[in-house]
Antibody, heavy 120, light 108 residues
Framework: QVQLVQSGAEVKKPGSSVKVSCTASGGTINTYTINWVRQAPGQGLEWMGG????????KYAQKFQGRVTITADASTGTVYMELSSLKSEDTAVYFC?????????????WGRGTLVTVSS | EIVLTQSPGTLSLSPGERASLSCRAR???????LAWYQQRPGQAPRLLIYGASSRATGIPDRFSGSGSGTDFTLTINKLEPEDFAVYYCQQYGSSPVTFGPGTKVDIK
């Protein structure tokens, strides 16, 4: 059974960047859209963007344009999300989530999340 | 973007009771592309319903979804202890995908 495996928790200083990874165990994610969704403490879910690894072109939520970069390494089946110019408000759990594709654009499989803490 | 609202914010019920959760969109959701997710504390969201009314793989039949256009409902029949959680709706018919703020179902 395919599982999405994310990198471990990070603690970052304001103004720095963080890069979180997501890969699949038990299968491949190369042909699916892999999305990033974040959840601030006690808050709801917020879509940040996504990418199809074999194509490599990412799409982003307007809110994060210019500050988030989503990339993929199809050779290793790994997707990365890099968020720059970190602020305390970026403290959140960051999830990767698989989207099956047209017309199944919902998120059927989620990683366990990566806690990113931004603190001076 | 399509804004989703969920009500109530919190629903306090006892095991065995029925839960009815509402999700409303400010504009019509394309092709009723509306999903529901369950999130237990400390866990990732879990897909329950897609296409407004189709149950995801492995989801018990006490969970059902209904609605169309701008008004959608998630119903949970005979609440089990593991059903006490937060539930989010999501529209995925228009870009960007958006989520509702969530409804917490807690134990009365």
């Amino acid at each position: 059974q395919v599982q999405l495996v994310q990198s471990g928790a990070e603690v970052k200083k304001p103004g720095s960047s963080v890069k979180v990874s997501c890969t699949a165990s038990g299968g491949t994610i190369n042909t699916y859209t892999i999305n990033w969704v974040r959840q601030a403490p006690g808050q709801g879910l917020e879509w940040m963007g996504g990418i199809i690894p074999i194509f490599g072109t990412a799409k982003y939520a307007q809110k994060f344009q210019g500050r988030v970069t989503i990339t993929a390494d199809a050779s290793t089946g790994t997707v990365y999300m890099e968020l720059s110019s970190l602020k305390s408000e970026d403290t959140a759990v960051y999830f990767c989530a698989r989207e099956l594709g047209l017309p199944d654009w919902y998120f059927d499989l989620w990683g366990r999340g990566t806690l990113v803490t931004v603190s001076s | 973007e399509i804004v989703l609202t969920q009500s109530p914010g919190t629903l306090s019920l006892s095991p065995g009771e029925r839960a009815s959760l509402s999700c409303r969109a400010r504009q019509s959701v394309t092709s009723n592309y509306l999903a529901w997710y369950q999130q237990r504390p400390g866990q990732a969201p879990r897909l329950l319903i897609y296409g407004a009314s189709s149950r995801a793989t492995g989801i018990p039949d006490r969970f059902s979804g209904s609605g169309s256009g701008t008004d959608f409902t998630l119903t949970i029949n005979k609440l089990e202890p593991e059903d006490f959680a937060v539930y989010y709706c999501q529209q995925y018919g228009s870009s960007p995908v958006t989520f509702g703020p969530g409804t917490k179902v807690d134990i009365k």
